[in-house]
């Protein structure tokens, strides 16, 4: 499984510690077979939370980061807001 996480645009304001970053998996199908999916890990301090699997458009993901990071989101909305993203 590929685990590749990739740095998205900080806009030089953000001040928090919380930085949202997408990041690739290498996944298996028994019907489509293996795939690329992106997922989004917000990383604090050494710590860090995934969500994985969240589409296979990586700029989709991307632009997803880029908000959370934009708009500093709180990781106890992380989960709710990407649910929410895609309602």
Do not use: C, W
């Amino acid at each position: 499984m590929l685990n590749q996480a990739k740095d998205v645009q900080v806009p030089p304001e953000v001040s928090f510690e919380m930085i949202y970053r997408v990041f690739e998996e290498t996944l298996s199908d028994p019907s489509a077979g293996e795939y690329h999916t992106y997922g989004i890990e917000a990383a604090e301090n050494g710590e860090s939370r995934r969500i994985a699997d969240i589409s296979l458009n990586r700029r989709e993901v991307e632009e997803l980061a880029e908000l959370f990071n934009r708009e500093e989101l709180d990781p106890a909305h992380f989960h709710d807001a990407v649910e929410d993203f895609f309602d």
